[in-house]
């Protein structure tokens, strides 16, 4: 058990946004929440908060004195020698060693397989203590929480209940905005017709009665007097019509629809090159000399989707270590690879960047002929728009961002093969669904190695090989379980 943990008006901003604000309420033994919301917005600090190991941010927070807390982050640093499911695996086990009453989760499935990934969802859904997760996944949002989070136009919304209820509900309350704002428009444009037509009478009048007074058809001596009672109608008419106007602009203003995240960004195969891999009778082990792979046989032809699948700690990622021509890597056999720049690649814990350098300096090094104007063309088109998202560093990115961010550099330079390790891990919904689009989409050769069953289905993956117990099979359609 523990005492109430209690916030007021929490605030986090950064220097080209604003995450949230003015965020009050408590959370009590036995909560669920999970945060969620679009890559960008703040969740993993906002968790971060709450463990207390950031203090950048407004407002007041009061953690209990008999709080005991363990926190499990979206990236991993420590074991490099383990792959990315064991070093969850890892650090949640010391993450649960102490016992704690509040468990603080940043997308703790990724890279888990099947088994693992089904073992943490059976132990969070028993869990006594006080929850609070950073996820996409939506079986936890479903099984897991009670309470949502979410995090969108520089506001937090608290929603009790499950994650399905909540999406309906949001559908609801903007199909309502929209029709508020289709109504208050059309009322808009009639008071703005109403208004020009009172201006043209009111012009006709004041016309009229310089007239008449010039002709003398109004009596001389109140002829002024009338004149001026007439303006002041029209005016009164005006003024009252600039109001009804004024009010419907405030009312237009407080209806602001939720931001529609739209992609623009493409991922075109280079068709001038072949990506043929053939590997014969290989050995592949560690400079260390513990083999990890023996006697591979594999083929992989232009245009071919396949992806890679086992256990954590099987040898996926080592094996495409091997591909990519790893210097940790020994290997024997016969091994006919592509050429090194004609491969584009996604790595699950983002190595590949220089965590120092910023955004624009990431992409512009892989865009060397591209004018200033061509890099922020298409750092736009994967949503890196302002000069503060393109001057920050890559340390500073969350883990959905360094996603994109990858995807971005790919796409500099069209590959023709693809290889990607963990793609979905960290992405929000929105991106997801575009990433399956452009997958579907791209033409070239694809090595995949994903744990999401719904993802591979969706970018329709040619053959699937599992890597178990030291060797590399093709297994039949059907067998992915």
């Known amino acids: ?96 060693s102490i016992g704690p009453n509040l468990l603080l989760l940043d997308e703790p499935t990724n890279h888990l397989d099947k088994s693992n990934r089904r073992a943490l969802v059976n132990y969070l859904r028993h869990y006594p203590g006080t929850l609070i997760i950073v996820t996409h996944d939506i079986e936890l949002l479903q099984n897991s929480v009670d309470t949502l989070w979410h995090i969108e136009n520089g506001k937090i919304t608290i929603f009790n209940g499950n994650y399905d209820d909540y999406q309906r509900m949001r559908i609801q309350k903007r199909a309502a905005i929209e029709h508020e704002l289709a109504l208050i428009k059309r009322q808009k444009k009639d008071v703005h017709q109403s208004l020009m037509r009172e201006q043209e009478r009111s012009k006709a009048m004041r016309v009229r009665g310089e007239k008449s007074i010039e002709n003398r058809k109004w009596p001389t001596i109140r002829s002024h007097t009338k004149l001026g009672d007439s303006i002041k109608t029209g005016d009164k008419r005006l003024s009252q019509i600039k109001v009804t106007q004024n009010n419907l602009i405030d009312e237009l203003s407080m209806h602001k629809l939720p931001e529609l995240i739209t992609y623009k960004f493409q991922l075109n195969a280079n068709v001038h090159q072949s990506a043929v891999i053939t590997i014969k009778d290989a050995d592949i082990a560690y400079d260390s000399g513990n083999t990890i792979l023996k006697q591979v046989n594999f083929h992989l032809r232009s245009h071919e989707r396949i992806a890679l699948y086992g256990n954590n700690g099987s040898g996926k990622s080592t094996f495409i270590k091997a591909i990519l021509d790893n210097k940790g890597i020994k290997k024997t056999g016969e091994w006919v690879l592509p050429a090194i720049q004609t491969i584009g690649y996604l790595d699950q814990h983002y190595q590949t960047f220089d965590a120092n350098k910023t955004v624009l300096d990431t992409v512009s090094g892989c865009m060397p002929y591209a004018s200033i104007f061509e890099v922020r063309k298409h750092l736009n088109n994967f949503l890196f728009r302002k000069n503060e998202e393109i001057e920050i560093k890559v340390s500073e990115l969350s883990g959905g961002e360094k996603a994109r961010l990858s995807l971005c550099c790919i796409a500099a330079a069209p590959p023709a093969l693809l290889i990607l390790d963990e793609m979905t891990n960290n992405l929000d919904l929105e991106t997801r669904g575009h990433v399956i689009k452009i997958l579907k989409e791209y033409t070239g050769a694809m090595i995949i190695i994903s744990h999401d069953q719904d993802f591979l289905n969706q970018i329709n993956i040619e053959k699937l090989y599992l890597i178990a117990e030291g060797s590399l099979e093709l297994i039949k359609d059907g067998e992915y379980s």
Do not use: V, W
Request: charged residues 20%.
């Open 1 to 96: 058990m523990h005492k109430p943990i209690r916030f007021q008006d929490l605030g986090l901003y950064f220097s080209h946004k604003t995450c949230f604000a003015d965020f009050s309420g408590q959370i009590s033994y036995g909560d669920r929440i999970a945060i969620i919301g679009c890559n960008g917005q703040g969740k993993s600090t906002l968790l971060k908060i709450f463990q207390g190991t950031y203090t950048n941010y407004e407002g007041d927070l009061s953690l209990p004195d008999d709080l005991s807390l363990s926190y499990l982050p979206q990236i991993i640093d420590n074991f490099d020698s383990l792959s990315g499911g064991e070093r969850l695996n890892k650090a949640l086990t010391e993450a649960l």
